[in-house]
T-cell receptor, first 113, second 109 residues
Framework: DTEVTQTPKHLVMGMTNKKSLKCEQH?????MYWYKQKAKKPPELMFV???????INESVPSRFSPECPNSSLLNLHLHALQPEDSALYLC????????????FGSGTRLTVV | GIQVEQSPPDLILQEGANSTLRCNFS?????LQWFHQNPWGQLINLFY???GTKQNGRLSATTVATERYSLLYISSSQTTDSGVYFC???????????FGQGTTLQVKP
């Protein structure tokens, strides 16, 4: 298995909702990442987990809450989002925090209404 | 300042044409990589190329680390090559992957 699987592919949520994005990989990679991408912009790093521990938080608002329950799974819990949080959310993994070998998922397109 | 800079921002090609995309990077990043994002959002890692030249089918890349630039060559372009090409590097001391603004390529049949 050489994929990073993200679910759901599309999500529409209200500003008072709570939802979660899920990311899964079975390549034995030990680093996993969340990126946010606005239209016509490059991806921007949000969080990095290395060996299931949060190693980088790019000053992301607390309405985004990451979780890494095990080495194959990464979640992003969403609560009280704003319309400006609408974006493509991409998950990625690498063998370690080794700077190469990135595999990206196909993303979740989030719309906040 | 800008750490990873790509040119051109947009490119339109006729199918079968060749093209060269350029990436300039500052001395605060290294471990250059090229990605392709298709129209559906999927980001594919094309090359990890901190220096030297690599080829994969119709695509090849060259990085001259001493002069802080990298080139991506696309030969005999096909409509499936359309999308956004990103160059990215790792920022020293942080391990963070920093993306350029991308080159949007449209290949017309």
């Amino acid at each position: 298995d050489t994929e990073v699987t993200q679910t759901p592919k599309h999500l529409v949520m209200g500003m008072t909702n709570k939802k979660s994005l899920k990311c899964e990989q079975h390549m034995g990679h030990r680093a996993m990442y969340w990126y946010k991408q606005k239209a016509k912009k490059p991806p921007e790093l949000m969080f990095v987990y290395s060996y299931e521990k949060l190693s980088i938080n790019e000053s992301v608002p607390s309405r985004f809450s990451p979780e890494c329950p095990n080495s194959s799974l990464l979640n992003l819990h969403l609560h009280a989002l704003q319309p400006e949080d609408s974006a493509l959310y991409l998950c990625a993994s690498t063998p370690g925090q080794l700077n190469y070998g990135y595999t990206f998922g196909s993303g979740t397109r989030l719309t906040v209404v | 300042g800008i750490q990873v800079e790509q040119s051109p921002p947009d490119l339109i090609l006729q199918e079968g044409a060749n093209s060269t995309l350029r990436c300039n990077f500052s001395d605060s990043v290294n471990n250059l990589q090229w990605f392709h994002q298709n129209p559906w959002g999927q980001l594919i890692n094309l090359f990890y190329i901190p220096s030297g030249t690599k080829q994969n089918g119709r695509l090849s890349a060259t990085t001259v680390a001493t002069e802080r630039y990298s080139l991506l060559y696309i030969s005999s372009s096909q409509t499936t090559d359309s999308g956004v090409y990103f160059c990215a590097g790792i920022r020293f001391n942080t391990g963070k992957l920093i993306f350029g603004q991308g080159t949007t390529l449209q290949v017309k049949p």
